[in-house]
T-cell receptor, first 114, second 117 residues
Framework: DAGVTQSPTHLIKTRGQHVTLRCSPI?????VSWYQQVLGQGPQFIFQYYEKEERGRGNFPDRFSARQFPNYSSELNVNALLLGDSALYLCASSLVGSEYNEQFFGPGTRLTVL | AQKVTQAQTEISVVEKEDVTLDCVYETRDTTYYLFWYKQPPSGELVFLIR??????QNEISGRYSWNFQKSTSSFNFTITASQVVDSAVYFCALSEIDQTGANNLFFGTGTRLTVIP
C-alpha cells in the first residue's frame, strides 16, 4: 500500500511569495496533520484536519492556512513568505477513532525561502 | 502545557555498544500517548513505538527496548548492540486528545545518534 505522499519534494521561493504544499494520506485515513520542522529542531504542529474540518491549530500566524478535500487530501498554504519559513514541512495521516492514534508521516517538502 | 525534553543533543557510540536515549515529558492530562520516531538523513519520520499512559510495561522489540516510568515522567529508549544503520535523529513525542478529538504530536528537540563502525 502507498504511504503518505507529498509534493513537491523541494521548493525554492523568495520573500513575499505564496506557496502551496500538497499531501495525500494513506488510503482509508481521514485525518491529516501538518508539521513544520526547522533545521535542528523537532517538528512543530501546524494544523490537523478531519473530515474537511479543522480539528486543531498550533501557534502559527494567519499567513498559514490549510484545507482538506473530499478525497481527504490536503493543501497547506503559506502567504507572504519570510526567511524563517524555510523548513521541512511534514504531512501525517491517521485513522481517527483508532485507539492507537498513530500518525504516519510523508517524506516532507523542503521549502527554502531566499 | 505539554512539553517533551530530550536533554541529549548528540550521542556517539562505537558499533555494538548499547545506548540509551532519554526522554522526559510534562502533561496535565491523565490520558496521553508517548511515541518514539526515527528520522534518517532522508528526512522521513519512521514510527518506532507508541505507549499509552495506562500501560507502564516495558517493551522489547529486537534490539530496541523502551522503559516507561510515570513516577519520573520518563520514556527512555535503549538500542542494544548498536549498528551503523541506527545512525539517525530520534524524536520522542507526546500526544494528548482534546475535546475535538485532535491528537496533535508534541515533539522533543531530538537526539542525533552516530554509530561509529
Amino acid at each position: 500500500d502507498a504511504g503518505v505522499t507529498q509534493s513537491p519534494t523541494h521548493l525554492i521561493k523568495t520573500r513575499g511569495q505564496h506557496v502551496t504544499l500538497r499531501c495525500s494520506p494513506i488510503s482509508g485515513h481521514k485525518s491529516v496533520s501538518w508539521y513544520q520542522q526547522v533545521l535542528g529542531q523537532g517538528p512543530q504542529f501546524i494544523f490537523q484536519y478531519y473530515e474537511k474540518e479543522e480539528r486543531g491549530r498550533g501557534n502559527f500566524p494567519d499567513r498559514f492556512s490549510a484545507r482538506q478535500f473530499p478525497n481527504y487530501s490536503s493543501e497547506l498554504n503559506v502567504n507572504a513568505l519570510l526567511l524563517g519559513d524555510s523548513a521541512l514541512y511534514l504531512c501525517a495521516s491517521s485513522l481517527v477513532g483508532s485507539e492507537y492514534n498513530e500518525q504516519f508521516f510523508g517524506p516532507g517538502t523542503r521549502l527554502t525561502v531566499l | 502545557a505539554q512539553k517533551v525534553t530530550q536533554a541529549q543533543t548528540e550521542i556517539s557510540v562505537v558499533e555494538k555498544e548499547d545506548v540509551t536515549l532519554d526522554c522526559v515529558y510534562e502533561t496535565r492530562d491523565t490520558t496521553y500517548y508517548l511515541f518514539w520516531y526515527k528520522q534518517p538523513p532522508s528526512g522521513e519520520l519512521v514510527f518506532l513505538i507508541r505507549r499509552n499512559s495506562f500501560d507502564e510495561q516495558n517493551e522489547i522489540s529486537g534490539r530496541y527496548s523502551w522503559n516507561f516510568q510515570k513516577s519520573t515522567s520518563s520514556f527512555n529508549f535503549t538500542i542494544t548492540a548498536s549498528q551503523v544503520v541506527d545512525s539517525a535523529v530520534y524524536f520522542c513525542a507526546l500526544s494528548e486528545i482534546d475535546q475535538t478529538g485532535a491528537n496533535n504530536l508534541f515533539f522533543g528537540t531530538g537526539t542525533r545518534l552516530t554509530v561509529i563502525p
